[in-house]
């Protein structure tokens, strides 16, 4: 095993087990923070693909923007623990668990029996593709128009935020 | 490979130790100069000049008990000042505290991780320092500690937006994230005299970054969230002995970092102006630069400690107006101007 896969399978199961952790728990607190810990992995799972840049967002603007907010309305609402739920065995839960189960077996069958087909036309420049300088080029190349559209999206976002936010519009 | 791992191992070690023991310099200094300012006469009684009296509070921190209060969350509790001191210390891994040096035979760079994203990474851990405050505040259990952690998380996101878009100015004009890039960008002059220095280049972006550094290492006059008169002490109310020693060690350790940070970005590093020209061995010259950079960092720190005793504090509604009325318009036009005069 290298070091590489090492890491891959610890990262991997903290990522999947803070995730359990954070559907879990009663607290919303220690959700956020589990759902803190899984940004993390996801972070360091990003790295080892060699993609700086996305794994350097993805703690700069999820855990270290997005779940301030998060934890702030929380702690600000001071919201107590979740009342255990007593709900009866319904057909309501039984369908869904089954249907889970299946796709759940069948996701494992194709993981475990496909063959990789996947194309390895970019994996001689893998370490080059993930740097800042090559998403930019990207972004403002091939991907303007998504780009442009994306963030008149973000806009019409921050907009309807005001408006919402002023209780009386005059 | 292992010599690899050794090298970063010394450098790591040893920027570990002189940030350590900065802070216990930089704690002296402020109570010796506040008294100045107040006109007292400031800790004299352990060593000479009460130099030691730093010493005395550290062993004092380790021998008191910790008590956690009974309504505590115990685990978030015990976390939040690890993730404090964690966040402010590994900053520094970025930072090139000099040019290269030649050891050994072997050319290597004065800082322990060069990555091509550096300014990147500092942000992001400054945004992370943010959670040790703020569940400080929660897992307490106290209506002041909670206070504190709400109004740090407020004032963090506010300033976090003002301080990343000064930069940006920063970087429009070095074109790269590597911080020692940006410090040798700044190593040329204008007109043949005057150095290179972003601070000459980008005056504005410079006054909101410091502003932000102020107001994200929570010093007076942006220190709403201890407070002391209204919320007691805040955030670490109710956490004694060597917890509150980390908290008290990373706010000093913070402010170095940020220090550190804004003499790399606008006051040129490790960059000694015209000692370049006089003819100085290359070891000679990379010692005098790591001097350079310590002396600027030690200027803003005395700034940084000045400020905390003549400034008083502001009203939490005036910071926040600062904070997204005039900081945050000031950098947007700024990274506008900027662009119109790269352009032109």
């Known amino acids: 095993m290298t070091l590489e896969t090492i890491l891959f399978y610890a990262l991997s199961f903290v990522s999947v087990g803070s995730a359990l952790m954070m559907i879990t728990r009663r607290s919303p607190v220690m959700s956020a923070l589990y759902l803190i810990l899984n940004f993390f992995a996801l972070a360091g799972l990003y790295l080892t693909l060699h993609a700086q840049f996305i794994a350097v967002i993805q703690i700069l603007v999820y855990a270290g923007a997005i779940m301030v907010l998060f934890l702030f309305v929380i702690m600000l609402l001071n919201l107590g623990d979740e009342k255990k739920l007593s709900e009866k065995m319904s057909y309501k839960k039984i369908i869904p668990a089954g249907l889970s189960f299946g796709l759940l077996m069948e996701l494992l069958y194709i993981v475990s029996y496909a063959k990789s087909d996947l194309p390895l036309t970019h994996i001689e420049r893998a370490t080059e593709i993930g740097t800042v300088e090559y998403v930019g080029k990207a972004l403002f190349t091939d991907f303007l128009f998504p780009f442009e559209v994306t963030s008149i999206l973000l806009l019409a976002a921050i907009i309807g935020a005001v408006v919402l936010a002023k209780k009386k519009l005059d | ?344």
């Not at chain 2, 930089?26 to 109570?31: C, G, H, I, S, T």
């Not at chain 2, 004299?44 to 009974?70: S, T």
């Not at chain 2, 106290?142 to 109004?151: A, E």
């Not at chain 2, 720190?301 to 904070?323: A, E």
Request: glycine share 8%; net charge neutral; hydrophobic share 55%.
């Open chain 2, 1 to 344: 490979m292992g010599m690899e791992i050794l090298v970063s191992t010394a450098k790591f070690l040893i920027v570990m130790t002189v940030i350590l023991v900065s802070v216990i310099i930089l704690v002296y200094l402020e109570r010796r100069i506040s008294a100045f300012i107040q006109n007292r006469t400031g800790p004299n009684r352990v060593g000479p000049y009460g130099l030691f009296q730093a010493i005395a509070d550290v062993v004092k921190l380790l021998l008191k008990e910790d008590i956690v209060p009974k309504n505590a969350y115990k685990p978030v509790h015990d976390l939040a000042p690890i993730i404090s001191i964690g966040a402010a210390l590994s900053t520094f891994a970025v930072i090139p505290v000099g040019n290269t040096i030649e050891l050994f035979g072997t050319t290597m760079k004065l800082m322990i991780a060069d990555v091509n994203i550096g300014i990147l990474y500092i942000l992001s851990v400054t945004s992370i320092g943010v959670y040790g405050i703020t569940l400080a505040g929660w897992s307490s259990n106290n209506k002041y500690s909670l206070l504190g952690g709400l109004r740090s998380s407020a004032q963090l996101i506010s300033y976090e937006l003002s301080m990343g878009l000064s930069i940006i100015g920063v970087l429009m004009i070095s074109g790269t994230l590597r911080l020692d890039q940006i410090v040798q960008h700044q190593t040329m002059y204008i007109g043949g005299w005057l150095p290179n220095w972003n601070i000459f280049l980008q005056p504005v972006a410079f006054i909101t970054f410091v502003v932000a550094a102020f107001a994200e290492t929570n010093r007076l006059p942006f220190d709403l969230p201890e407070a002391e008169p209204e919320l007691v002490g805040g955030y670490h109310t109710e956490y004694t002995g060597l917890k509150f020693g980390l908290f008290f060690l990373a706010e000093y350790a913070n402010m170095i970092t940020a220090a550190a940070v804004i003499t790399t970005l606008f006051l040129g590093g490790w960059h000694l102006p015209y000692a370049e020209n006089l003819g100085l061995s290359a070891f000679t010259l990379s010692l005098l630069q790591v001097l350079a950079f310590c002396a600027k960092v030690t200027v803003i720190l005395l700034f940084f400690i000045v400020t905390r005793w003549t400034l008083p504090r502001f009203r939490y509604d005036q910071l926040m107006d600062i904070g997204w009325k005039v900081m945050l318009p000031l950098a947007i036009a700024n990274v506008l101007v900027t662009g119109l005069i790269l352009v032109l």
